[in-house]
């Protein structure tokens, strides 16, 4: 099983080295020492942890009623838009999402760059790279 440096976890989930560090501190991700002394966490163990890190995000008060489970909150990085259409972009952590909606969706949400948005994904087709 693959293990992780403390970096490329943080990469993973979305946060700073320093908040991984003060999880593993804390005992809420477990770590060990590779002959180096750098501090790695198991594959396994940074999966499990991924998942209750997803699910603790939000409070139940925060969600909206939405049957989209997979939610990326982030930061409008982009607005382009057209007559009739436009093109979204929001960095979440990591990940850039770009969304194709319509202007009028976009003028009736107000979104603008430099605001809080949560791209929200529902697909049949999800396809998955081995990296």
Known sequence: MQDYTIGQAARLLGVSPDTV????????????????????IGGRDL?????????????????PYTSARNAFPGIVT?????????QVEIQA???????????EAVEELG????????ARVKSTNVHIDRT
Do not use: C, I, Y
């Not at 999880?23 to 790695?40: M, Q, S, Y």
């Open 21 to 40: 560090r003060r999880w593993a501190d804390a005992g809420r991700v477990a770590t060990h020492r590779d002959e180096n002394g750098r501090r790695l």
């Open 78 to 86: 982009a607005v382009k838009l057209g007559d009739v259409a436009a």
């Open 111 to 118: 979104l603008e760059v430099g605001m809080q948005a949560t």
């Open 47 to 63: 999966a499990a942890f991924s998942v209750e890190v997803g699910q603790g995000a939000h409070s139940e008060e925060e969600e």
């Open 93 to 103: 952590g990591p990940h850039r999402l770009v969304s194709l909606l319509t202007r």
